[in-house]
């Protein structure tokens, strides 16, 4: 099985990873936190609109690659409190308001750059 990696210019990048790699007719989206490079803008307290952030970044990625938000069978929230998933909540039905993927949510000690979400996906190419 061939895999391809995909950086994405739109999404920051702190390390040795591939933003997205294909394989198998699927894309795996690396986690993605609040940022929007093009922009210089970042969300470090708002569980709302950092998840809206993250959201688009992660919908601009696939659509990129030639997929979309209602391809995604999988999603990874991971919060920096649980206490906000409500909030995150919230946000997320809007961008999966059909036919949602799977998905797991897990609270976590810390994220990268203290953000208070990070959110990954498995789409279909």
């Not at 970042?42 to 979309?68: F, H, M, Q, R, Y």
């Not at 919230?90 to 994220?111: G, H, I, M, Q, W």
Request: a neutral charge.
């Amino acid at each position: 099985m061939e895999k391809k990696t995909h950086d994405i210019d739109t999404l920051p990048k702190g390390g040795p990873y591939s933003h997205v790699v294909e394989s198998g007719g699927f894309l795996f989206v690396s986690g993605v936190v609040p940022v929007d490079p093009v922009k210089k803008i970042s969300i470090p307290d708002d569980t709302k609109k950092a998840t809206e952030l993250v959201l688009k970044n992660v919908k601009g990625a696939l659509e990129s690659l030639g997929s979309s938000l209602e391809k995604v069978v999988k999603a990874t929230v991971f919060l920096r409190d649980m206490a906000d998933f409500s909030d995150m909540n919230d946000v997320y039905r809007t961008f999966f308001p059909k036919n949602p993927p799977a998905r797991s949510c897990v609270a976590v000690r810390e994220l990268p750059g203290n953000f208070p979400i990070e959110i990954e996906v498995i789409a279909i190419k």
